[in-house]
């Protein structure tokens, strides 16, 4: 009973933490142009 009250917190802050790096990867442009580097391999110069 003792490792719940330690690993219930934990399991959230992961969570919260996983929800907020995702949510900034989206709002910071991370996934914008996902092609973009294979195109640039296929088409250098």
């Known amino acids: ?3 719940l009250l330690l690993l ?3 399991s959230i802050g992961l ?3 996983v929800i907020l790096a995702l949510w900034w990867a989206v709002h910071s442009d991370q996934f914008e142009e996902l092609e973009q ?3 640039q391999i296929l088409h250098s110069d």
């Open 8 to 10: 219930v917190p934990l």
């Open 1 to 3: 009973m003792d490792i």
């Open 15 to 17: 969570a919260l933490f």
């Open 37 to 39: 580097q294979g195109h």
